[in-house]
């Protein structure tokens, strides 16, 4: 059975799991530059009652499997900003120079 979620709560769960990242990372050598996210989504356009049209992102049941007939590919390329760095680029690990012998 497919369940739908809108859109801005998968945007939202991305954003927590890329927040959740930068935490692991922060006593690791290696640092990774996050300049840009590109997230593909199976959508669904819907329409309850008089409501407003809105998608909602599929997601697949525990058989795995989706229905294609109303599903819509969507891919968003999403420039990732942190505020805490004053809307500079977000990075994922520590601040620490040297070799990885260190």
Do not use: P
């Amino acid at each position: 059975m497919k369940s739908l979620i809108g859109l801005a709560e998968a945007i939202e769960q991305l954003r927590y799991e890329l927040g959740e990242a930068q935490d692991a990372g922060a006593d690791q050598q290696l640092r990774f530059k996050v300049t840009e996210v590109e997230m593909e989504l199976l959508v669904e356009l819907r329409k309850e009652g008089g409501a407003k049209a809105s998608f909602g992102v599929l997601s697949v049941g525990a058989e795995g499997k989706i229905s294609k007939g109303n599903a819509h590919r969507l891919k968003l390329k999403l420039e990732v900003k942190d505020e805490a760095l004053g809307g500079s680029t977000a990075e994922v690990g520590d601040d620490d120079e040297g070799s990885f012998d260190d």
